[in-house]
């Protein structure tokens, strides 16, 4: 592992699953600073990259301070830990007069979006303020799904060896489309600044809920080099104890596979089902030959945890729960992760 010289930090989708991710990055964090090293995280990945939630988080942790603080991030990961706790039951609005709403106008959602985009809006605008992913605090990159183009959109601040330069985005739109999550949240109209023109944006977990191989390819495009990567993916759960019985599909039918009152369960699996292969595929191509390129920190979530949108407060406790054991089961993973961490900026220092 003498080679490590980039660190790249992946974050899965998930809804306000997001929080589960948040609490592991303290818990390395906390490791860090126990090694000596005492610095914020956009000092200390080369690239962090998310999707939906994890895209949030992304953005948070590599924007620059809306107040102008100097090489400030935009949101500690506390401040990230409080938008799912304290924001997401507003987010996620579930009172009864929205529910009898979202019954009598679009069909308990079946013919419209269950949540008011504004409120997320609101928080990102607030949060993030109006600066650009080219003025982001290390490398960055969010994912999202044109629906015009019909094409994968990858928002980042990259150079690329070949000397082209990514198209620039606002850090909040950004954030707002790799969340904007069909069903639950209408696309997102976006501004290219690079272009200037309107991009139509929808949720990049439709095709990478779990970036962590696009992350390591767009590296390699910035001419990196495989063998100085450690690429560190974290994820928001599975839902491997949740089967969806034979016959609760077949009843389903069309709408029932898309209907969020089920938990929009075809959504449910494209999000599961691509995690899960990446995460395979990237153990399998990175970690050959006793090497360790990449490092995969997940576990499977409590009965009915599955949900993105439910942000009770008891959902919020069985996911901080569900934290507290994902941190205790992959103690290992971490603390190799603080470990070469810790080598890898002390020696740069």
């Not at 970036?211 to 839902?239: D, F, H, K, M, N």
Request: charged share 20%.
């Amino acid at each position: 592992m003498s080679q490590i010289r980039k660190l790249i930090l992946s974050i899965d989708g998930g809804g306000v699953r997001g929080l589960v991710a948040v609490r592991v990055l303290q818990a390395l964090e906390s490791r860090l600073r126990q090694r000596g090293v005492n610095r914020p995280l956009h000092t200390i990945f080369d690239l962090i990259c998310g999707t939906s939630a994890g895209g949030i988080v992304a953005a948070g942790l590599t924007a620059p301070h809306p107040d102008g603080t100097r090489d400030k991030a935009a949101a500690t990961l506390d401040d990230l830990r409080a938008f799912f706790e304290d924001d997401g039951p507003e987010i996620f609005c579930a009172t009864m007069s929205a529910r009898l709403r979202r019954f009598l106008v679009s069909g308990n959602g079946l013919f419209d979006e269950i949540y008011d985009a504004r409120h997320l809006e609101k928080r990102l605008q607030s949060r993030l303020g109006w600066v650009s992913l080219h003025s982001a605090l290390t490398g960055v990159l969010v994912t999202a799904y044109d629906l015009e183009s019909r094409m994968p959109v990858l928002m980042t601040n990259g150079r690329h060896a070949i000397g082209r330069e990514s198209d620039d985005y606002l850090f909040w739109q950004a954030a707002r489309a790799t969340s904007a999550a069909p069903a639950f949240f209408e696309p997102a109209l976006v501004d290219n600044l690079t272009t200037r023109t309107h991009q139509s944006l929808v949720d990049g977990g439709l095709f990478a809920n779990d970036p962590a191989l696009i992350a390591y390819v767009e590296a390699l495009q910035w001419g990196w080099r495989p063998e100085e990567i450690l690429v560190v993916s974290i994820g928001t759960g599975t839902a491997a104890d949740q089967p969806i019985s034979h016959t609760s599909a077949t009843a389903w039918g069309a709408v029932g596979w898309l209907n969020p009152a089920n938990g929009s369960p075809l959504l449910s699996i494209l999000l599961d089902g691509q995690a899960r292969t990446v995460s395979q595929q990237a153990e399998w191509l990175l970690n050959r030959d006793g090497e360790t390129h990449f490092v995969r920190i997940n576990g499977s979530l409590p009965k009915d945890a599955e949900r993105i949108d439910d942000a009770r407060p008891g959902m919020i406790r069985r996911l901080n729960e569900a934290a507290d054991r994902f941190i205790r089961d992959n103690a290992v993973s971490l603390d190799f992760v603080a470990e070469t961490i810790s080598d890898t900026r002390l020696l740069a220092a």
